[in-house]
Nanobody, 121 residues
Framework: QVQLVESGGGLVQAGGSLRLSCAASGSIFNIYRMGWYRQAPGKQRDLVAIITSGGSTDYADSVMGRFTISRDNAKNAVYLQMNSLKPEDTAVYYC???????????????WGQGTQVTVSS
């Protein structure tokens, strides 16, 4: 059983900052990637940022230079520092885990429950 627990969402004014956190727990053997996705009302879920086990990162063009993803391998945690927030960043943000889990080390993909980020203009 693998669980992802997210925190850090909320309401902020445009230009403000928020930091999202996500911690993974359970029978995790190896984490390949962790990342953040977001879904605005009526839209599809899109990639925001991902980070590999080796520390390589990738960002959506819309957040490049404003958001920073990081991870703590010892805690199986991933963070998203969001600066210079814009109203168009308003969405539910989901943590994603790509890892080998369980007794058979099967590679699986997991989602957190989502945390709401609202940016007012």
């Amino acid at each position: 059983q693998v669980q992802l627990v997210e925190s850090g969402g909320g309401l902020v004014q445009a230009g403000g900052s928020l930091r999202l956190s996500c911690a993974a727990s359970g029978s995790i053997f190896n984490i390949y990637r962790m990342g953040w996705y977001r879904q605005a009302p009526g839209k599809q879920r899109d990639l925001v940022a991902i980070i590999t086990s080796g520390g390589s990162t990738d960002y959506a063009d819309s957040v490049m230079g404003r958001f920073t993803i990081s991870r703590d391998n010892a805690k199986n945690a991933v963070y998203l520092q969001m600066n210079s927030l814009k109203p168009e960043d308003t969405a539910v943000y989901y943590c994603n885990l790509d890892a080998s889990v369980g007794a058979w080390y099967r590679r699986q993909n997991y989602w957190g429950q989502g945390t709401q980020v609202t940016v007012s203009s």
